[in-house]
Nanobody, 123 residues
Framework: QVQLVESGGGLVQAGGSLRLSCAASGRTFSSYAMGWFRQAPGKERELVAGISRSGGSTYYAESVKGRFTISRDNAKNTVFLQMNSLKPEDTAVYHC????????????????WGQGTQVTVSS
């Protein structure tokens, strides 16, 4: 069992930055690939960034490449999402999630989810 708790969301102006954190409970954090998903009202949940168990491999959605950076600290059971050059279209609830079988884009492949943190980018 893994419990995930996100923090770091908030309101920011376009062009600004936020850093999201996701703290995981349990001693098996390094056994899971981690993903950051977002869901805006009326839209499907989408994977914006993912990172492998060791942190050696990452994935980014085209819409965030060059602006977002995912990282993890297995010693501290934490995964991060640094978001720069934020745009109004980045407004969504951001969730972290854990997957046993590596980074995949399908939400159904992720076994554990955090409750989400709201990110709002004003124009």
């Amino acid at each position: 069992q893994v419990q995930l708790v996100e923090s770091g969301g908030g309101l920011v102006q376009a062009g600004g930055s936020l850093r999201l954190s996701c703290a995981a409970s349990g001693r098996t954090f390094s056994s899971y690939a981690m993903g950051w998903f977002r869901q805006a009202p009326g839209k499907e949940r989408e994977l914006v960034a993912g990172i492998s168990r060791s942190g050696g491999s990452t994935y980014y959605a085209e819409s965030v490449k060059g602006r977002f950076t995912i990282s993890r600290d297995n010693a501290k059971n934490t995964v991060f999402l640094q978001m720069n050059s934020l745009k109004p279209e980045d407004t969504a609830v951001y969730h972290c999630a854990a997957a046993r079988n590596g980074v995949v884009t399908a939400p159904g492949a992720y076994a554990y989810w955090g409750q989400g943190t709201q990110v709002t980018v004003s124009s």
